[in-house]
């Protein structure tokens, strides 16, 4: 900031074609940015890349105009979790990726969103795998315009690290009826996440107090776990 400002911003959706057109693809939520009040000089946008993967090399800032034309900018310095970039005026900003960049593990986030037992006792915990510089308070809003008070966000420890159309599956060490679909199942990075739709669906006959869930790479090694949580769920 420059001094006292006041900023508003929200996501937007990509357009993907005009990235395909130019050999990018998203790497992150594509924010615009209103300043009310003062000004401001520098953005700090977050990505998910890991310094030892090499990923951060192929990033980029996509400044997109009110016209919607679209150029590409390379970052004032790029840090361990956001990139810096000096502006002079307001639009649209997001990081994007080369599309032919080499594929590598990125941080990424487990999301938990539990839809209560019904009058049969039967439940569903949707589990959702996203980058992890999305919003969470816009995966919350989104859920629950779609769910209601039928779901709820259960919060814990989100954090592993994902790699882009890797398959994997995810299962539990419960003994009582229940049924995971799909069986397996690719982490899409930021190609189709925009819906928050759930990666994996654990569907459960009873009610159930706790369960501890295990994600995985499929037909990776057996003992090699990329996420490992006890979770408890709430009855009503």
């Known amino acids: 900031m420059e001094g006292e400002a006041e900023v508003l911003y929200m996501t937007v959706p990509w357009d993907r074609r005009l990235l395909s057109q130019n050999g990018k ?28 993967e090499g990923g951060r090399d192929f990033l980029s800032v996509a400044h997109v105009t009110d016209d919607d034309s679209m150029e590409f900018l390379l970052p004032h310095e790029t840090r361990e979790t ?19 960049a080499p594929v590598s593990p990125i941080r990424a986030l487990v999301l938990l969103f539990y839809q209560l037992p019904d009058d049969n006792n039967n439940s569903t915990l ?3 795998l996203l980058p992890r510089n999305v919003d969470i308070d816009e995966v919350c809003k989104t859920r629950r315009t779609r769910n209601g008070d039928r779901e ?22 419960l003994t009582v009826e229940h049924h995971i679909d799909p069986k397996k199942a690719e982490f899409v990075d930021y190609d189709s996440y925009t819906n928050y739709m759930p990666t994996f669906q654990l569907c459960l006959k009873t009610v159930v ?19 490992d949580r006890l979770v408890s769920l709430p009855g009503n």
């Not at 300043?35 to 700090?44: D, N, R």
């Not at 990139?83 to 599309?99: A, C, E, P, R």
């Not at 790479?217 to 996420?227: C, F, L, S």
């Open 126 to 128: 949707n589990v959702l």
């Open 209 to 227: 107090e706790e369960v501890n869930l295990l994600l995985k790479e499929h037909e990776g090694p057996e003992n090699e776990r990329v996420w």
């Open 82 to 100: 956001h990139v810096i970039l000096n502006i002079t005026q307001f639009s649209k900003y997001g990081i994007t990726k080369d599309k032919e």
């Open 25 to 52: 693809r998203p790497a992150g939520p594509l924010f615009k940015f209103t300043c009310l009040k003062g000004s401001v000089c520098q953005l700090h946008l977050p990505h998910c890349e890991i310094h030892s």
């Open 152 to 173: 709820i966000y259960i919060e814990k420890n989100p954090n592993c690290r994902l790699t882009q159309d890797q398959e994997y599956t995810l299962s539990t060490d």
